[in-house]
């Protein structure tokens, strides 16, 4: 067993014979999370009856792009149309212009960083991603496009995107928007904007990210809503691009650590394969000590089922399964 501190969060990191052998309720308050990395497919049932959930370790958002922005939003529920709609109209209120710059240079690379490690600076275990990757994105500069948000010639938002010819799709990197404007919605302008772009290249599909599949660690549990509510579905990242993610096994103890609610994304049937092979659908694994927490942020309309968790020493039931809405 080996016990790291990973990104403000504690913790162990074990084979699947300890996760089946130890006692882990001696480690409530020590960590928050117990983990088997790329466990066999052999030992998965045996690992969910320990407690250990069998999941991808990251999840791409994904979506079509379809024929035209009226196709999109069509797919959305009237109210995820309406909080859409309402953005665009607070933007186009406070003066907005929306720009598609091709290719992405220094000078605006660098005005996005600002306002991005700003927004990361708000966040309790934040990671500058972008920032990590600018001298990538400087050097294959001709490969991406931004879609930015000027008011008075000041940018006050943009989203970085980078084409990807071979697989017909364009990714939505990176985005990040001044604090008055994170108030008003401008990132969901942004992101139709960044379709719209994508469309019209001719991409037939756009990601919105790739996210650790754990939320309420590096990113809050409302990232989720707020991307499957955009119109995206949460995959395994393998399923995207080979090689781009793996599975693992993780055990929530506690969430001293964490913010809750605290959500991942497992495999139903003990993460064992799907029949005939068919795409493995996965459901929502919700963990908070509210018993009256409103479920309905989480419940996708792609997931197979959402089971709420009480978590350890938290009165109620151990676990209560939920429909989708």
Known sequence: MEIRALDGLSMALVDAREAVTTDWAAFRGRIDVARVSMPSRRRRAELADAGFLTKPARLTWIAATLDSEESFLAQ??????????????????????????KPVRPGLLGEFLTLYRAQVAGMRNG???????????????????AVAAYIDGELVGACIAQECPAENLVRLRFAATDQPRHSSGLARALYLSAVEAARQMGYRQATLGTDPNLYGHLVKAGLFAFKWRLGFTAVPAQSVVAGDGFDEADLIIGTEQLIEPVLFLSYPCDGQPASGGAPQELRAELYSSQPDLDTRPYQATFLSELRRHALPGVRGSAREDLTPA
Do not use: M
């Open 76 to 101: 959305l529920s009237f109210r995820d149309r309406k909080n859409i709609r309402i953005a665009q109209l607070r933007a186009a209120a406070d003066r907005v212009r929306f720009e598609i710059v």
């Open 127 to 145: 990671i500058a991603i972008a920032a990590e990757h600018a001298d990538g994105i400087t050097d294959e500069w001709a490969g991406y496009y």
